[in-house]
């Protein structure tokens, strides 16, 4: 068996897999741009130099994706255009355009790129994969007018960046050039850590290992810290408003190495952006009235309690994240028992209940992240925990989706967390939503769910709109 052989295929579809994302879930980020289905000439038309400046732009920001064939429709989603031209898709070809690129690259250092032909529902769609530059950033070498408007399109001895909000600018503030910096030390860092790897390899040691053992150590012990304190505040509200101190699920994210800071007026104002309106009570639902949210000292925190639920999160000034709320299964149960109505009091948990929300805990990890305005390439650390679960029963919401046979934790909570940044958090969303939750299903006697079923759901809970 060739090990590299099967090791490079694997890696491949990786890649292939992460562009599908792309093409099935358009949304605009940082390292994903969209584009109609223009034919690239590549002979200094309007479209192909624009496609330069943007190509340049991701090159100078860490690298990225430009997908081909795509639109704004009149509600400003974008979409799929069908059928697109042979002659089009023919055009985007990775010599072709890579040469047409580093023609207007200054020094001797070339743009890497791959152009790629992704399917989508029997269409292959051009996805331009753009890598970061390895040592130094590409400067524009000429300035290109438009044909038609006389517009300048490039110009030279310009940096272009691509920045939050999907744009291309050329360096020239303050947070552009920190942005650009932190890029380059990153690149630096990368290259010195791989000649001092392979010093390291003959004692059975990483530069890898020992970077994560000295700074996310720490990092960590302080997060677990905090979050035993929120969890500690938690469970005395819970007692206080009557609930179980135990019968909750919480979710803690934070971004990894990090050592930037927000403002709490600004994280307020974060925090009710990244409201996700697939559900009627969106999880981490900012509260307006009396139960306002409070500035605290290193955040944002706030606390809604009523008969029938209880919400708490926590936002640090550090980006750090901690959510906490009642499981809606007991406040259904206990609302039916309020209302006179027969109620078999033993406690169960919904599996598509907690699919949704587990798909709604990673959803808002990510767009709180974009909203603030963080670099889809840093990595996030998120964990989702489900307490008091032992002796529950999982059962199905949906009649059409009843479970054959009895599930019962044994456990008292299922603990899921994992390390990725953001932009493949994105990309494999659906994967990591069926991780977190197979993990939750685990403790219910082994239980495992076919893939179409958590694919369903997911969908539901995308396509949701309240």
């Not at 307006?288 to 029938?308: F, N, Q, W």
Request: contains cysteine.
């Amino acid at each position: 068996m060739d090990i590299q052989k099967d090791e490079l295929t694997k890696e491949e579809d990786r890649g292939k897999k992460y562009r599908l994302a792309f093409l099935n879930h358009p949304v605009e980020d940082d390292d994903v741009d969209y584009k109609s289905a223009n034919l690239f000439v590549g002979k200094g038309d309007d479209f192909s130099v624009s496609l330069v400046k943007d190509i340049l732009g991701m090159a100078n920001s860490g690298g990225g994706f430009i997908v081909i064939g795509f639109k704004e429709d009149t509600a400003k989603r974008i979409v799929p255009q069908k059928p697109i031209d042979e002659m089009v898709l023919a055009s985007y070809e990775t010599t072709k355009l890579s040469q047409f690129v580093n023609h207007y690259t200054a020094g001797a250092d070339r743009v890497r790129l791959t152009v790629h032909k992704d399917e989508l529902d029997g269409q292959h769609y051009p996805v331009i994969e753009i890598f970061g530059f390895e040592k130094r950033p590409f400067f524009c070498r000429s300035t290109v007018l438009s044909q038609n408007s006389k517009k300048t399109l490039l110009k030279e001895g310009v940096l272009y960046i691509r920045v939050p909000g999907a744009q291309i600018v050329e360096v020239a503030s303050p947070d552009d050039w920190e942005r650009l910096i932190d890029i380059c030390v990153e690149r630096r860092r990368g290259e010195f850590l791989k000649s001092f790897n392979s010093l390291l390899q003959e004692t059975g040691l990483s530069s890898k290992q020992l970077a994560s053992e000295s700074v996310s150590d720490s990092q960590k012990k302080e997060i677990e810290q905090w979050e035993k304190k929120n969890r500690d505040e938690v469970k005395k509200n819970l007692k206080v408003n009557g609930f179980k101190d135990d019968a909750f699920f919480e979710s803690t994210h934070y971004l990894v190495e990090s050592k930037k800071n927000w403002s709490s007026p600004d994280l307020l104002e974060v925090a009710r952006k990244s409201e996700l309106r697939n559900t009627g009570w969106p999880i981490g639902i900012v509260p307006r009235g009396d139960e306002s949210a409070k500035p605290m000292e290193d955040g944002v925190k706030a606390i809604m309690a009523s008969s029938d639920t209880f919400d708490y999160w926590y936002l640090r000034k550090n980006g750090s994240y901690y959510f906490a709320r009642v499981y809606r299964e007991d406040t259904m149960q206990k609302r039916q028992s309020d209302d006179g109505r027969r109620v078999d009091n033993k406690p169960i948990l919904y599996f598509e209940v907690r699919i949704w929300r587990i798909a709604e805990i990673i959803l808002h990890c990510t767009t709180l992240y974009r909203q603030l305005g963080v670099a889809s390439t840093e990595k996030v650390h998120i964990k989702i925990t489900h307490n008091g679960i032992a002796g529950r029963t999982l059962t199905a919401r949906d009649p059409d989706r009843s479970l054959i046979g009895t599930y019962t934790a044994g456990a008292k909570k299922s603990v899921w967390e994992t390390e990725a940044s953001l932009d493949k958090l994105n990309a494999f969303y659906g994967d990591f939503v069926m991780e977190a939750s197979a993990k939750l299903f685990e403790m219910f006697d082994f239980l495992k769910l076919e893939e179409s079923v958590y694919k369903g759901i997911i969908s539901e809970f995308l396509n949701s709109r309240l």
